[in-house]
């Protein structure tokens, strides 16, 4: 059974930092890549980063570019998301989710149909 777990979500004021893990089990790891996503209230689920396990190319939505970093731990079957600089339009629930890494390309990281396996979601705050 294919699982995916995002953690380390929480409340965070503006301008601090935070990381997320998430970490996958029953698939191929090194033949996957991991996407992060978010849902703001209100707002529809949208594109954050990507990272492949299979040659570690990244990918990030301009509203978070030179802010997040996105890293993979192919021996933890883990990806991070290291978030800094928060603001408060960062305020989402935030998902992981696992596609075959010949989908993860810089024209369709962000295809949400694209991806198998998703993650329960992990909630960010960000307060001002």
């Known amino acids: 059974e294919v699982q995916v777990a995002e953690s380390g979500g929480g409340l965070v004021q503006v301008g601090g930092s935070l990381r997320l893990s998430c970490y996958a089990s029953?698939?191929?790891?090194?033949?996957?890549?991991i996407g992060w996503f978010r849902q703001a209230p209100g707002k529809e689920r949208e594109g954050v980063a990507c990272?492949?396990?299979?040659?570690?190319?990244?990918y990030y939505a301009d509203s978070v570019k030179d802010r997040f970093t996105v890293s993979i731990d192919n021996y933890k079957n883990t990806a991070y998301l290291e978030m800094s600089a928060l603001k408060p339009e960062d305020t989402a629930v935030y998902y992981c989710?696992?596609?075959?890494?010949?989908?993860?390309?810089?024209?369709?990281?962000?295809?949400?149909?694209?991806?198998?396996?998703w993650g329960r979601g992990t909630q960010v705050t960000v307060s001002s």
């Open positions: 990272i492949s396990s299979s040659d570690s190319s990244t």
């Open positions: 989710a696992a596609v075959p890494s010949y989908n993860a390309r810089m024209s369709s990281w962000f295809i949400q149909e694209l991806y198998d396996f």
């Open positions: 029953g698939l191929p790891f090194n033949d996957h890549a």
